[in-house]
């Protein structure tokens, strides 16, 4: 069985809306994109060159527009990018000119996926997909990149009912910029008590 990783970019509101760039993501008015680049530094570079090796990849349909149009012409920023398996979840796209792109149209797809022999599986961005994900418990680990400003409004990780389900932190840094870089690995249910007995 196949692993899926989610790994996201977030405000302190959960905003993950257009992190890379003005251009990426204006929808809904978006007026921030790009709301990433101030938070660079070589402590978040040498994760980020971590995180970028070689993966298949599982995208929502929207994302992946946005990169095949980028990523074909910037490999040397993603080495072998081009190369992995790109899938993508989809009811309008069949077919794509970008290097090994199948195209899902249903939840089976990714569970039959999941359920196949490989390497891990890597979902960037997605924010539609990665709240179906959520809702279907098909996520194994959270990399979540929390930035230190808030948004206000644009599109969030966590909406649209993610089941109750709790995560173990297995690793953790903090930028010089301030950047929470966090890993979580999914631990079963949710556990309750009070406080103080």
């Given at each position: 069985?196949?692993?899926?990783?989610?790994?996201?970019?977030?405000?302190?509101?959960?905003?993950?809306?257009?992190?890379?760039?003005?251009?990426?993501?204006?929808?809904?008015?978006?007026?921030?994109?790009?709301?990433?680049?101030?938070?660079?530094?070589?402590v978040s570079?040498?994760?980020?060159?971590?995180?970028?090796?070689?993966?298949?990849l599982?995208?929502?349909?929207?994302?992946?527009?946005?990169?095949?149009?980028?990523?074909?012409?910037?490999?040397?920023?993603?080495?072998?990018?081009?190369?992995?398996?790109?899938?993508?979840l989809?009811?309008?796209?069949?077919?794509?000119?970008?290097?090994?792109?199948?195209?899902?149209?249903?939840?089976?797809?990714?569970?039959?996926?999941?359920?196949?022999?490989?390497?891990?599986?890597?979902?960037?961005?997605?924010?539609?997909?990665?709240?179906?994900?959520?809702?279907?418990?098909?996520?194994?680990?959270?990399?979540?990149?929390?930035?230190?400003?808030?948004?206000g409004?644009?599109?969030?990780?966590?909406?649209?009912?993610?089941?109750?389900a709790?995560?173990?932190?297995t690793?953790?840094?903090?930028?010089?910029?301030?950047?929470?870089?966090?890993?979580?690995?999914?631990?079963?249910?949710?556990?309750?008590?009070?406080?103080?007995?």
């Amino acid at each position: 069985m196949r692993k899926i990783i989610v790994l996201s970019m977030i405000t302190l509101d959960g905003v993950m809306q257009a992190p890379g760039g003005p251009e990426e993501d204006s929808s809904g008015g978006f007026e921030y994109g790009g709301w990433v680049a101030p938070y660079d530094d070589e402590v978040s570079g040498k994760i980020m060159e971590r995180l970028m090796k070689p993966a298949d990849l599982l995208l929502g349909r929207k994302t992946f527009e946005i990169w095949e149009n980028y990523w074909p012409q910037h490999e040397n920023v993603w080495p072998g990018i081009n190369d992995v398996t790109k899938y993508v979840l989809s009811r309008t796209r069949k077919a794509s000119d970008w290097n090994a792109s199948v195209f899902f149209n249903s939840l089976a797809d990714i569970e039959n996926l999941k359920a196949s022999n490989g390497s891990d599986i890597q979902v960037w961005g997605s924010g539609e997909l990665v709240q179906l994900l959520l809702k279907n418990d098909l996520v194994d680990e959270l990399w979540l990149m929390i930035h230190p400003l808030t948004l206000g409004n644009g599109k969030k990780l966590f909406t649209n009912g993610p089941i109750p389900a709790a995560f173990t932190l297995t690793e953790s840094t903090v930028t010089t910029t301030g950047v929470i870089i966090a890993a979580y690995k999914r631990a079963g249910k949710v556990e309750t008590g009070t406080i103080g007995e």
